[in-house]
């Protein structure tokens, strides 16, 4: 787009255009061909929320700053600002975002000030030098990427479209859990659930939402996923439960990528129940002769369409049993062979012979022949 450095706006009520800011007090809109640049700070006491056609942000020396008692609302948005867009009150975006120059930046420590995407508005443009740092939210009816990062790196987190119904908000935060700069609590990464082995020390994302969903977290080679995982079958999304105060396992439903960059999901959660997400790692191998494959996911695609446990056949006296989130048991079977594809089969299971609901199960599995039962977490995927 090119840049415009007129005003074609519809000025109702009363407003100020000095050298220094575009102060508004009164009612302004942007009417749909309409095109404004700002190239100065933008001060909203006024409504400056019902806009359509273009408005950018343009500064080739310095930053600009939005401020006000109001939050504006513009249609379609470009940024080039070569030292930064600084938000110190929300801004909306309802039609299309797009990154040109530099970042935008919102306090990091007043979780209501955001970059907005209203009605699954798209962006496009980001990189390591173009992203939200701070927060950003949105809301919508689609799947959703947050254009996210901190330290010029752009750590996108993403979430599934039920979360877009009510609000969901992030931010990505380049900084040790243990001496977060931005809360007011620590989140000890020694202190985590049985199932876990280690928590990530070098980074965490913050993710608001009381809608269920599944959360894609990124790495890159600043991550340090091998200090965790040699095998990202091992690899966990964790988050820190407000009410255990500690950490907790939020599954590996997938992943793509290798050690250096590449990305992973989470089972289904509720964002609000945690403070902050990040990387932890569970172990698989249960001894030098077992291994347990916790992912499963049952589509007939011939990868991992049944719950594997490697070894298993040299524990002929086995018994499994599987329970979902409510303690029921939906599956059991004495000498369990590499046979479970997700069908409910349970002794006590009311919809006996139906495909299970995606999701986290918990399985108990006794070896027998003196050997010591274990237990843990599977997710099925389809």
């Known amino acids: 787009m090119n840049k415009v450095t007129y005003l074609a706006v519809c000025f109702l009520i009363n407003t100020t255009f000095a050298q220094e800011a575009f102060h508004n007090f009164g009612n302004v809109q942007i009417h749909d061909q309409g095109k404004v640049g700002f190239h100065m700070d933008v001060i909203n006491d006024g409504t400056f929320d019902q806009n359509l056609g273009f408005t950018g942000f343009y500064n080739t020396q310095n930053n600009i700053t939005v401020s006000g008692s109001n939050r504006p609302v513009f249609y379609d948005v470009e940024i080039d600002v070569i030292d930064d867009l600084f938000l110190e009150v929300s801004l909306g975006v309802a039609n299309f975002q797009e990154f040109v120059n530099g ?26 030098s173009r992203y939200v740092d701070g927060y950003a939210s949105m809301t919508g009816a689609l799947d959703f990427t947050f254009p996210i990062g901190d330290d010029f790196r752009l750590r996108p987190m993403s979430v599934e479209s039920e979360a877009a119904i009510n609000t969901s908000k992030g931010a990505y935060f380049f900084e040790n859990p243990n001496t977060p700069n931005f809360f007011s609590g620590s989140f000890n990464t020694d202190n985590f659930e049985n199932l876990l082995y280690g928590v990530s020390r070098f980074e965490f994302w913050d993710l608001d939402g009381d809608t269920e969903t599944r959360v894609t977290l990124t790495w890159d080679d600043n991550s340090n996923i091998p200090t965790l995982v040699d095998n990202l079958e091992n690899l966990r999304v964790v988050g820190w439960d407000k009410t255990r105060n500690q950490w907790v396992n939020l599954g590996n439903t997938s992943f793509q990528g290798d050690l250096n ?5 989470s089972d289904l959660i509720i964002p609000d129940n945690y403070e902050i997400l990040t990387f932890g790692s569970s172990e698989i191998l249960l001894d030098g002769d077992l291994e347990i494959f916790t992912g499963v996911s049952p589509n007939g695609d011939g990868e991992n369409d049944v719950f594997r446990i490697q070894g298993i056949d040299q524990f002929p006296d086995n018994e499994l049993s599987i329970f979902n ?11 369990y062979d590499n046979s479970w594809g997700g069908i409910s089969e349970g002794r006590t ?3 006996k012979g139906e495909e299970l609901p995606v999701g986290t199960y918990y399985y108990v ?3 027998g022949s003196g050997q010591k039962d274990r237990a843990g977490y599977l997710y099925i995927t389809r």
């Open 325 to 335: 989130r409510w303690g029921v048991e939906v599956y059991n079977k004495k000498g």
């Open 365 to 367: 599995l006794k070896l």
């Open 349 to 351: 299971t009311i919809a």
């Open 103 to 128: 970042r935008v930046q919102t306090p990091r420590d007043q979780v209501d000030v955001s970059l907005d995407y209203i009605n699954d508005a798209p962006y496009s443009g980001e990189s390591d």
């Open 261 to 265: 960059s590449g990305n992973i999901t």
